[in-house]
C-alpha cells in the first residue's frame, strides 16, 4: 500500500478516496438500509396491546381497505405499487439508464396480524412515508429482443414507442415492487387510536389503531424478508 501511494500523484489518490467514500456513504443511507437500521431499534408489538403515541412496528398481512389495484405489468391485486420505465441511451463507457417513468400508487389499507388490524393511510401531500419494495416483476426489451404484448401495452399507455426512427427495438427495462394482498409486510409509526364512523365487517372493536408520521419520522413500509427478523 505504501509502494501504492508514493508513486500515486496526490489528485489521483483524492479522487479514489472520494469515490470509494461516495460508494459507502450511497449503502449506508440508501433506503433500504435506513429502513432496516430504524426497524432494528423499534420494539415489535401486537397491535391490541400498543399505547397512543407509542412508535413501534408491527409485522402482518396487507389488507384492502377499498377495491384492490391492479399492478400495472403483473396486474396482480394489491395495495401499493410502485413501477419504474427506463431507457438505456448512448454505447459503451458513455451509456446511461434514463428514467422515462418512475410512480408509485397506494390505497389506505390494513395490516393485520393474529385477527387484530392496524390502519395505514400513506399520502403524498404531505409525504408521511417512506417505503422499499422487493422487485416482483421486471421485463426488458433491445435490438434483438422485442418487448411482450403486456409490456408493449404498457408502454402505449405512457405514450413510449419501442421502436426508434430506423424500426430498431429501442433499450428499454421495466420494475416492478407490489404490496400484494395477503402479502406479510413490515410497517412502523407512532400509533393514533381513532373511533370508527362505520363498522368493519368481522373487526368487534369500536375504535382502530393507526399508524402515523412523527415529526421527521415518518410511516415505514416495506415487504422486504429481512423486516421481518429485525424483532428485538
Not at 435506513?34 to 396491546?49: A, M, Y
Not at 399492478?71 to 454505447?91: D, H, M, N, T, W
Not at 385477527?115 to 417512506?130: A, D, F, H, S
Request: hydrophobic letters at 35%.
Amino acid at each position: 500500500m505504501k509502494i501504492f501511494l508514493s508513486g500515486t500523484p496526490w489528485p489521483v489518490i483524492i479522487i479514489i478516496a472520494g469515490f470509494v467514500i461516495a460508494i459507502i456513504l450511497t449503502q449506508v443511507f440508501s433506503a433500504k438500509n435506513v429502513i432496516l437500521r430504524t426497524l432494528k431499534r423499534l420494539p415489535s408489538r401486537s397491535i391490541n396491546g400498543v399505547k397512543s403515541n407509542e412508535f413501534v412496528k408491527i409485522h402482518g398481512k396487507a389488507l384492502h381497505a377499498n377495491e384492490p389495484l391492479l399492478a400495472p405489468l403483473s396486474q396482480r391485486k394489491c395495495v401499493f405499487y410502485s413501477i419504474k420505465i427506463e431507457q438505456k441511451k448512448g454505447s459503451g463507457k458513455n451509456s446511461h439508464w434514463k428514467t422515462l417513468v418512475q410512480e408509485e400508487h397506494y390505497q389506505d389499507f390494513f395490516v393485520e396480524k393474529n385477527g387484530e388490524l392496524l390502519l395505514i393511510k400513506p399520502t403524498k401531500n404531505p409525504l408521511n412515508y417512506i417505503n422499499y419494495l422487493v422487485t416482483d416483476k421486471e421485463t426488458d426489451s433491445g435490438t434483438f429482443n422485442d418487448p411482450t404484448p403486456e409490456f408493449e401495452r404498457l408502454l402505449s399507455q405512457y405514450g413510449i414507442s419501442s421502436t426508434g426512427l430506423f424500426g430498431f427495438n429501442k433499450s428499454l427495462r421495466y420494475t416492478e415492487g407490489i404490496i400484494s394482498v395477503g402479502e406479510r409486510i413490515t410497517v412502523a409509526g407512532k400509533v393514533s387510536w381513532k373511533t370508527l364512523n362505520e363498522p368493519i365487517p368481522e373487526y368487534p372493536y369500536s375504535k382502530i389503531a393507526q399508524l402515523e408520521a412523527d415529526g421527521k419520522q415518518k410511516i415505514i413500509i416495506t415487504d422486504l424478508p429481512e423486516a421481518q427478523k429485525t424483532t428485538i
